[in-house]
């Protein structure tokens, strides 16, 4: 984890813009991997589909995790995040629009990092990214990396 890449899992296009603009605004990441589903996240993650040939070693210093998405929802990719030797340790937050308590407990239950439900109002949903953004990659102290499997 000695980049600065955000892995962001949402699947609505507006909360993509308004998450890639509060992003931009402080330039401290290097990069920002989209992924509209959690499938494409958990295939960024562990090398699979479109990314087989990525070197999974390279683990984002972060990921930005939507509950509600298509195909495999954000508790599932979280619990394969946990479950995975090489990625358990991986920051997660749940950036959510879901106000839920069963969604709040259950991402605890598996161990995010935060839950963070999205602010409706364009400013407030822009200052929680960049709080986001200045804890986790600047002010925390992130775990060292994984070692590589021996498989």
Same mark, same amino acid.
């Given at each position: 984890m000695n980049n600065k890449t955000i892995l962001l899992v949402e699947d609505n296009p507006n909360d993509v813009t308004l998450t890639l603009q509060a992003l931009k605004k402080h330039k401290l990441a290097n990069d920002v991997i *989209?992924?509209?589903?959690?499938?494409e996240a958990l295939d960024y993650?562990?090398?699979r589909g479109s990314h087989a040939n990525r070197d999974v070693s390279a683990t984002p210093a972060l990921v930005l995790l939507d509950i509600k998405l298509p195909k495999v929802d954000g508790l599932e990719v979280l619990r394969e995040i946990r479950a995975n030797e090489l990625t358990a340790m991986l920051p997660v937050?749940? *950036?959510t629009s879901s106000r839920e308590e069963q969604d709040l407990l259950e991402s605890y239950? *598996?161990?995010?990092? =935060?839950y963070i439900c999205k602010p409706v109002d364009f400013a407030q949903f822009v200052h929680a990214v960049e709080q986001l953004e200045i804890y986790? *990659?600047?002010?925390n102290? $992130? &775990?060292p990396p994984? $070692? &590589? =499997?021996k498989t």
């Open positions: *989209l992924a509209r589903d959690g499938v993650l562990f090398g937050v749940m *950036l239950r *598996l161990h995010c990092n =935060s986790w *990659l600047v002010t102290e $992130p &775990p994984a $070692p &590589p =499997s």
